[in-house]
């Protein structure tokens, strides 16, 4: 069975199939990072701060009543926020779990970011989702003591 966060993949996956080379792309990340919702000036604080991003990163995680984990997030750089928008689509309203199991650097190969991204860019993707799981991974081990 496809779990939801691999249906989103499949879904970003096939709208950066139908745009074809990637300044199309690029256009498009650029475009998804000004549909984020703003983040609020308290949500733009340190502890919020993504560390090993070369752009100004923050992610904001939200548990949420039915055991999901909802993700804010916002950068200084447009092509980030882009990139932002990317992970929250793919992980915000998923299970600690699933979190957990989804092999992102798999996602990041399938959408073409691997080798499309500079790697200071790759550096600063990698860093949101290893925090994205950190705070997923928190999550299951507050479950675990229940």
């Known amino acids: ?4 966060i691999d249906t989103a993949l499949n ?4 709208e950066f ?13 650029i475009e998804l990072g ?3 919702q703003p983040l609020t000036d308290a949500e733009r604080s340190e502890d919020n701060k993504v560390r090993g991003c070369a ?25 980030v926020s882009g990139l932002v928008a990317i992970m929250l689509r793919l992980y915000s309203g998923r299970t600690p779990a699933d979190i957990a199991a989804f092999d992102a650097k798999g996602a990041m190969d399938k959408l073409g970011l691997s080798e499309a991204l500079s790697s200071q860019r790759s550096n600063g993707l990698k860093s949101m ?7 997923a991974q928190s ?6 003591l229940g």
């Open 1 to 4: 069975m496809t779990s939801p």
């Open 11 to 14: 879904d970003l996956a096939d």
């Open 17 to 29: 199939e139908l745009l074809g080379d990637w300044e199309e792309r690029y256009r498009y990340v």
């Open 34 to 36: 000004k549909e984020l």
């Open 55 to 79: 752009s100004q990163v923050w992610l904001v995680t939200q548990p949420q009543a039915d055991g999901t984990l909802a993700f804010k997030g916002d950068s200084d750089a447009h092509i």
């Open 129 to 135: 989702v290893a925090r994205i799981q950190h705070d």
């Open 139 to 144: 999550a299951l081990g507050k479950l675990a």
